[in-house]
């Protein structure tokens, strides 16, 4: 039997368990929950493990990882285990995509990780992350679709991959992607679904 647990709820939803159950669920969701919240740096949003799965596959044939540097605007993407040279965090807003003008570093690969729904002229930022992409490089953008309203400070946008497309005119082999399913989404919009990406990935690509 695939789900046992699941199946031992439904004999108890059939012997008329109702409040058992929904306490029980409730109490589960919970601990899962504090367990990722208190977790190692390995648990991620379930809903972003297939994407950061194929960031990883597009740059490894893509880019050489192990004669790249790297900047990451988020600061917590588990991207920062892959054998670049360097590997720099920066979380947004504390440094603003906006004006880069001043901004020290380049790199080979820049990685803008739910970002680019907070910042007001997201057209603006891709211009300015531009400049700061070193030839042979890569700009890899990661944001939600349908996902609740989360302000960072302020949560402006959703984009679909065409969206995304007509931002990044200015680029070349632009490369787009999506993934979700029903589950996700009602997760997305209830709680904040986060887990282990070893345990989560093969169930989450049902």
Known sequence: MKYPRLHNLSEQLRNGGVLST????????????????SGPTSQIHACRVHMYR????????????????????SGR??????????????????????????FPERANCVIVDQVLEHVERPWDAVEQLSHIVTPPGALIIATPFLYKVHECPKDYYRFTEDGLKALLT???NVHTGSWGNRKMITDSFTFDPVCGIDRFSTRSEE
């Open 54 to 73: 194929s960031i990883r596959h597009l740059l490894a044939d893509k880019l050489d990882i192990s004669s790249s540097t790297a900047i990451e605007f």
């Open 170 to 172: 200015r680029y070349s």
């Open 22 to 37: 929904a306490a029980y669920l409730s109490h589960r969701l919970r601990q899962r929950y504090a367990r990722a919240r």
């Open 77 to 102: 993407s588990p991207l920062a285990d892959l054998p670049f040279i360097s590997y720099n965090s920066y979380h947004y807003p504390e440094v603003d995509i906006l004006d880069l003008s001043a």
